[in-house]
């Protein structure tokens, strides 16, 4: 059984723009620190942006190549969390997915246990 559910993902064009959802199942996503993630093709998963839990404050961590471009949000009566994209680069392409943790840090993957499939996002030039 799928914990999140993506959508949003397609292909865009360089300089574009696209806004991933990330819809929660059988859990209260508000209850967790909620990130999102991205595979490319031959490399390892890596963090985009990470958003806490409301009762800590709902702190937002960036990693560097997203500050600017990406803003992670969430609506916790949708139990949704959303990743909005803009300038969008070739090497944004990657499949995008959401997970959930119990702690912020610096968004790492390994602190994270409830997955979805992912969405794929594919840039062109």
């Known amino acids: 059984q799928d914990q999140f559910v993506e959508s949003g993902g397609g292909l865009a064009q360089s300089g574009g723009s696209l806004k991933l959802s990330c819809e929660a199942s059988g859990f209260i996503l508000d209850y967790y620190t909620i990130g999102w993630f991205r ?36 609506n916790k009566h949708r139990n949704t969390a959303y990743l909005e994209m803009n300038s969008l680069k070739t090497e944004d392409t990657a499949v995008y997915s959401c997970g959930a943790g119990a702690f912020l840090k610096d968004c790492n993957p390994a ?6 499939r992912g969405t794929q996002v594919t840039v062109s030039v």
Request: aromatic residues 20%.
């Open 39 to 74: 595979q490319a093709p031959g490399k390892e998963r890596e963090g985009i942006a990470c958003i806490s839990s409301s009762d800590t404050d709902s702190r937002i961590f960036y990693k560097e190549f997203a500050k600017g471009r990406f803003t992670i949000s969430k």
């Open 111 to 116: 602190d994270f246990y409830y997955w979805g």
